[in-house]
């Protein structure tokens, strides 16, 4: 069975301090790996997908890389509005469904 | 494009009642998904439609549970005899035959009282 292990549960940093959420992977044939954004109550915002080890993608202060076995959601001189829950999910190849883990809750302090 | 939209956005009810959720997905998007997620975790799979087919199911997906897209636009989600452990938000989805990136709504928070 898929499973998708992401940490730590909660990042506090300092607005400018930048740092990596990390997710950890297994699934029977990669067909996928997306980074979504969750606020409070409301539906994820897909950010990133990747297809294969190397693949690197950025998005303003986002950058996320995948490995065969890891992906990593680095965040560069974080802002107080990137405060929310990143989320890392996988699909397998031949199947629609996507496996998400917990979750990332991160703070961004002013 | 606005977006995938879903009906109502909150839905307070007393056990053992039937519930009813409609979702619109983003425009000529062949594809939609049912999630449900609890307060904590993530999102997980409950099913999956291309056009009006129901391809993939869970087992998280009880006999009290059906989902349906009769013409391959808009879908529904109906819970009957509702349970306190069917309170969570459910989440639709949709996307592109061809394209991964499943495109998420602003989800349905039910509660069973």
């Known amino acids: 069975e898929d499973q998708v292990t992401q940490s730590p549960e909660a990042l506090r940093l300092q607005e400018g301090e930048s740092s990596s959420l990390n997710c950890s992977y297994t699934?029977?044939?990669?067909?996928?790996l997306f980074w979504y954004r969750q606020d409070p109550g409301k539906g994820p915002e897909f950010l990133f997908t990747?297809?294969?080890a190397g693949e690197e993608k950025e998005k303003e202060r986002l950058k996320a890389t995948l490995t065969k076995k890891e992906s990593f959601l680095h965040i560069t001189a974080p802002k107080p509005e990137d405060s929310a829950t990143y989320l890392c999910a996988v699909q397998a190849e031949g199947y629609q469904k996507v496996t998400f883990g917990i979750g990332t809750k991160l703070q961004v302090i002013p | 494009d606005t977006g995938v939209s879903q009906d109502p956005r909150h839905k307070i009810t007393k056990r053992g009642q039937n519930v009813t959720f409609r979702c619109d997905p983003i425009s000529e998007h062949n594809r939609l998904y049912w999630y449900r997620q609890t307060l904590g975790q993530g999102p997980e799979f409950l099913t999956y439609f291309q056009n009006e087919a129901q391809l993939e199911k869970s087992r998280l997906l009880s006999d009290r549970f059906s989902a349906e897209r009769p013409k391959g636009s808009f879908s529904t989600l109906e819970i009957q005899r509702t349970e306190q452990g069917d309170s969570a938000m459910y989440l639709c989805?949709?996307?592109?035959?061809?394209?991964?990136?499943?495109?998420f709504g602003p989800g349905t928070r039910l509660t069973v009282l």
């Open positions: 699934v029977s044939g990669l067909r996928g």
């Open positions: 989805a949709s996307s592109y035959i061809g394209a991964d990136t499943q495109y």
């Open positions: 990747l297809y294969s």
